[in-house]
């Protein structure tokens, strides 16, 4: 069992290629840790100065993780073009539940069909050079529902700065997508608001 040091090592800042932040937990290992983001041991210690010896992690050491961007984070989704009162949304980026990241949206939006012969949601990201990732959003039982569903990406894959995570209707039966409802960039190295 790894022990808890009160005093907590996290880094100062973190390499350009190792933004992502770990908090370690009991059981962690540098071994672990660098499975669980398929990256070598040695990869992780370089970018780990702030830890003298790898060997020796506690619980609550912050450890810089592979990613281009400083996760976990948030980005607003703004709506784009006129969308009912209290149209809004969240995207969270974080760790995978298998590794790599993933994409978690949450959002209160009327039915698909307020916008046109649209009978779900999607929630996509565009990373840049890489591609667009998407799945559908499945509803609460509130009124008006809640939106959310979570995007994993596969491990060859990155959130790079000026991503942008959106969410539109679709019609599932013939596959024609809608406008953008809302939208959110993540902007340099971190997730932000759009200005």
């Known amino acids: 069992m790894v022990p808890y040091n009160f005093s907590r090592r996290v880094p100062q800042n973190c390499p350009p290629a190792f ?4 908090t370690v937990l009991p059981g962690d290992t540098f071994f672990t840790i660098a499975q669980m983001f398929r990256v070598r041991i040695e990869a992780l210690a370089v970018n780990n100065p702030h830890i003298p010896n790898p060997n020796i992690l506690f619980i609550g050491d912050v450890l810089c993780v592979p990613g281009f961007i400083s996760y976990p984070c948030c980005s607003l989704l703004e709506p784009r073009g006129r969308v009912p009162f209290g149209t809004g ?15 978690s949206f949450v959002a209160t939006l009327p039915q698909p069909t307020v916008f046109g012969n649209f009978d779900k949601y999607s929630g996509e990201i565009f990373i840049p050079g890489i591609g667009r990732f998407g799945n559908q959003l499945f509803a609460s039982p509130d009124d008006p529902p809640t939106w959310s569903t979570r995007v994993e990406l596969p491990t060859v894959a990155s959130v790079m700065p000026n991503s942008s995570v959106v969410i539109r209707p679709f019609n599932s039966i013939t596959g024609a997508s809608g406008e953008t409802i809302l939208e959110g960039i993540i902007l340099g190295g971190s997730c932000q608001q759009q200005s």
Do not use: S, T
């Open 19 to 22: 933004q992502g932040r770990y």
């Open 89 to 103: 949304g969240v995207a969270f980026v974080n760790f995978g539940p298998k590794g790599g990241q993933a994409v």
